[in-house]
């Protein structure tokens, strides 16, 4: 069972861009979906959090307001729409799943292989 991450490329500053995070499994059971990012150097930074319970969205300080977190029911998919991209949102971005609601890596159980954003003109 395995998370997949998808969705990053090159983009400019202010366009946008949306991650996917096939989770099928883990939302079937409860999980909450999570992403992450990390830049080269820096610590893994926690972006945003999805609750299936109750639909529940949780955003970081440097993403609030520019990025949506949300569950395609469909597809079984979480996604991240980031808008107003800005350079220092390039990184690698995670998703995770945890049984709580958290913003410390050491919460989420599992992880997916990362996708990479970089944003620059």
């Known amino acids: 069972v395995q998370l997949q991450a998808s969705g990053g490329g090159l983009v400019q500053p202010g366009g946008s861009l949306r991650l996917s995070c096939a989770a099928a499994e883990f939302l079937s059971q409860g999980f909450s979906i999570g992403w992450f990012r990390q830049a080269p150097g820096k610590r893994r930074e926690w972006v945003s959090t999805f609750n299936p319970y109750d639909n529940g969205t949780y955003y970081g300080d440097s993403v609030k307001g520019r990025f949506t977190i949300s569950r395609d029911n469909a597809k079984n998919t979480v996604s991240l729409q980031m808008n107003s991209l800005k350079p220092e949102d390039s990184s690698i971005y995670y998703c995770?799943?945890?049984?709580?609601?958290?913003?410390?890596?050491?919460?989420?159980?599992?992880w997916g292989q990362g996708t990479l954003v970089t944003v620059s003109s």
């Open positions: 995770a799943a945890t049984r709580v609601v958290a913003t410390t890596p050491k919460e989420y159980l599992y």
